[in-house]
């Protein structure tokens, strides 16, 4: 004859619901290192991000730096001739729309230069010399480039170009000129 074993229905009864708890505990607990291992990747990534973005920050703000210092050189070239007559082309970030030229206590020329100067005196501090003028200005470089005094030049009253990936102007010194003329090309 056979002997059946008796069974303790509350041992059992523990056991599975250990066992039941134990695969519970393992399905949702991650170790720490795991947890700071993805901390430590999704920091990196944000780091990332933010550099490239500032990097090309600082292209733009070159660009606009570049833009001014080209400018006064190539004025400086036609002041230190007897005579001048050239173009001057020069590329500016997409974000700048507009340039304008002469001093904010001139008249505009036209009512979109109007319209554009009393923009820029609402939104910048600009020096009581400045005669070139990147609008909006908080593209320029987060307004920091947004006006500038180019030296040896002649602006007729205020005007302002429209910016369509290359700026041209007209640089124009005849010999009795003590100053370059600047105008835009026609």
Known sequence: MRKHKVVDYNKLYLVTLF????????Q??????????III???IIGVAIYVITFFL????????????????????KAWKSQ???????VNLP????????????????????????EKIELSIYASDTANVFLSPSEEACDGDLANNKIENVNIDGFYCLENRNKLKL?????IKDSLVKLTEED
Do not use: P, T, W
Not at 28 to 37: D, G, K, R
Not at 94 to 116: P, W, Y
């Open 57 to 76: 920050g600082i292209d733009k703000c070159g660009e606009a730096g570049f833009f001014y210092s080209d400018l006064q050189n190539e004025i400086n």
């Open 83 to 89: 005579s001048y007559k050239d173009n001057f082309e």
């Open 28 to 37: 949702l607990e991650i170790s720490f290192s795991m947890i700071f291992s």
């Open 170 to 174: 007209n640089l124009e010194k005849n």
């Open 94 to 117: 997409s974000d700048i729309k507009h340039v304008c030229f002469g001093e904010l206590n001139e008249n505009a020329k036209d009512s979109k230069s109007q319209e554009i100067k």
């Open 41 to 43: 990747i999704i920091a």
């Open 19 to 26: 066992k039941k708890d134990m695969k519970k505990r393992g």
